[in-house]
């Protein structure tokens, strides 16, 4: 991994301290330029016209986001966001009253929101395993849970938004797997940071975003969808024509693909924007990139643990590329835009993001610092500086 190549990939690297790619990272050249290239495309000979030209780059996009998490092409499904394609997952379920959804305490905050809105629509039960006393979820809970309750589904997400933890989802696959209850995962986080395969996960979906650590455009994501799955017949509550076909009056045939996930509509540059940040990542490694953006994360906890007034929040056996913190006397919105002021980007979380993991923590919010492989050690210095610039200011 050539750090310079990969800065000098990065126009972004030269106007800003950027440490908010659990946020929206810096997209790299290739994936700019596909977006550009598209548009234009677009501009001179039409819409429809630039899809049907670029019809065997898009075909490969889908292959490049399967290789990135170890699937095919057949069981991916683009979206416009994660949240689009966790929706999508969660509405194939076909959930009747008294129903269980098991879920963490970790979650998203969509997710939980999305789980009281069942709850409260269709008299589903959401039900929250507890953590380890380390943090993350307690996985013998969890399978006792998983016993007992049998869930209709089982809702984990893998790196939570408001913190460092990465869950251990492969192992809550392993007890799902064995009793048969559905699975779905929120790897919007994880996908881009660390290694990612579905089959050994065991999910049945798992929804992801390109603006993240994949390093991929605003406005796009993507669905897997497991064999399990399509063979069952779950589909999306809502599908339109481009997921199903309409045979006669009062009848439709549903994609036989993942595909049955995706609607008309799309920015096909973002699309293709999504392949070339999947290929850019393969093409790095995602052993080395977990290697670099965790050793930056933890580097960065060791420095902000030497501070006074700095609180670092992360909780678990296994802390990924996310680091959040508290500072005394200051609420996360105006430390980031402070920091913002000096060239530094990050991002603040407050009480609403989080409610369950801030009030076990004591805390009414976090600064989220996200660090990334392209990010150098000197940056982290310069944001530290920064902050403790800002902190002096009281």
């Known amino acids: 991994m050539n750090l310079a190549d990969i800065r000098a990939d990065t126009p972004g690297c030269a106007n800003r301290v950027h440490l908010n790619n659990a946020g929206s990272s810096l997209m790299p050249r290739p994936v700019i330029e596909a977006i550009e290239a598209h548009l234009q495309l677009e501009a001179s000979i039409g819409g429809y016209e630039a899809e049907a030209e670029v019809a065997e780059r898009i075909s490969d996009a889908y292959e490049q986001v399967a290789r990135l998490i170890g699937t095919s092409p057949t069981n991916i499904a683009f979206s416009e966001h994660a949240t689009a394609s966790f929706v999508a997952a969660l509405s194939s379920v076909r959930f009747e009253s008294g129903d269980v959804v098991l879920t963490t305490l970790s979650d998203y905050v969509s997710n939980q929101i999305q789980y009281i809105a069942l709850a409260e629509r269709f008299g589903v039960e959401v039900v929250r395993a507890p953590d380890a006393p380390e943090g993350g979820v307690d996985l013998t809970a969890m399978e006792a849970l998983i016993h007992r309750r049998r869930p209709r589904l089982v809702a984990v997400t893998h790196v939570p938004a408001n913190s460092g933890l990465v869950q251990d989802v492969t192992a809550i696959g392993e007890m799902c797997r064995k009793r048969e209850v559905l699975y779905l995962v929120d790897g919007c986080q994880s996908v881009g940071q660390m290694p990612v395969d579905v089959e050994e996960i065991g999910c049945d979906y798992f929804s992801a975003t390109a603006r993240k650590y994949l390093r991929g455009p605003r406005g796009a994501g993507f669905l897997y969808v497991s064999d399990r799955a399509l063979d069952a017949g779950l589909e999306p509550l809502f599908p339109d024509l481009r997921g199903a076909d309409w045979v006669a009056p009062d009848l439709y045939q549903p994609a036989p693909d993942a595909k049955r996930f995706e609607t008309w509509e799309f920015?096909?540059?973002?699309?293709?924007?999504?392949?070339?940040?999947?290929?850019?990542?393969?093409?790095?490694?995602?052993?080395?990139?977990?290697?670099?953006?965790?050793?930056?994360?933890?580097?960065?906890?060791?420095?902000?643990?030497?501070?006074?007034?700095?609180?670092?929040?992360?909780?678990?056996?296994?802390?990924?590329?996310?680091?959040?913190?508290?500072?005394?006397?200051?609420?996360?919105?105006?430390?980031?835009?402070?920091?913002?002021?000096?060239?530094?980007?990050?991002?603040?979380?407050?009480?609403?993001?989080?409610?369950?993991?801030?009030?076990?923590?004591?805390?009414?919010?976090?600064?989220?610092?996200?660090?990334?492989?392209?990010?150098?050690?000197?940056?982290?210095d310069v944001f530290v500086a920064a902050l403790d610039e800002v902190m002096a200011q009281q």
């Not at 393969?282 to 977990?290: D, H, R, W, Y």
């Not at 953006?293 to 007034?309: K, Q, Y």
């Not at 959040?324 to 835009?337: I, M």
């Open 267 to 380: 920015a096909w540059g973002l699309v293709l924007a999504t392949g070339e940040a999947a290929r850019y990542a393969l093409a790095l490694g995602i052993e080395a990139i977990q290697e670099r953006a965790w050793m930056l994360a933890a580097r960065t906890r060791e420095l902000l643990s030497d501070r006074d007034g700095v609180h670092v929040l992360d909780r678990g056996a296994t802390l990924g590329a996310t680091v959040t913190v508290s500072v005394a006397g200051w609420s996360p919105p105006d430390l980031v835009r402070e920091l913002r002021a000096r060239g530094i980007n990050t991002t603040g979380q407050e009480r609403s993001d989080a409610v369950i993991d801030y009030e076990d923590k004591g805390v009414e919010g976090s600064l989220r610092v996200s660090p990334h492989y392209f990010n150098t050690e000197d940056e982290l």
